[in-house]
């Protein structure tokens, strides 16, 4: 059975930094697909990173350049360090894994297999 949890939300002034952990049990980091998404209140569910088996990661047009994903293969932990946060990166961020050949950002969440519970992130101007 698939478990995964995540850690790291919480709030944090305009400007400042966060880093999101996702750690895995029954499955294997090495060879997935893995992305972070977020939802806001309202809003739909959005790709925000996603990393490859290869190393390869894409990332929204949004937190290009202040958001770094990354994984610990060996530890099965998957990152989202997210750096010059803004009002509007304020919402529950999930860890996705097991995704589509096609890993990158497009991919819909409807296109992972499993899920993490999320966790809030609450970023005050």
């Known amino acids: 059975q698939v478990q995964l949890v995540e850690s790291g939300g919480g709030s944090v002034q305009a400007g400042g930094s966060l880093r999101l952990s996702c750690a895995a049990s029954g499955f294997t980091y090495s060879r997935a697909c893995m992305g972070w998404f977020r939802q806001a209140p309202g809003k739909a569910r959005e790709g925000v990173a996603t990393i490859a088996s290869d190393g390869s990661t894409s990332y929204s047009d949004s937190v290009k350049g202040r958001f770094t994903i990354s994984k610990d293969n060996a530890k099965n932990i998957l990152y989202l360090q997210m750096d010059s946060l803004k009002p509007e990166d304020t919402a529950m961020y999930y860890c996705?894994?097991?995704?589509?050949?096609?890993?990158?950002?497009?991919?819909?969440?409807?296109?992972?297999?499993?899920w993490g519970q999320g966790t809030q992130v609450t970023v005050s101007s």
């Open positions: 996705a894994v097991d995704g589509p050949r096609a890993c990158t950002v497009a991919a819909t969440w409807d296109k992972y297999n499993y």
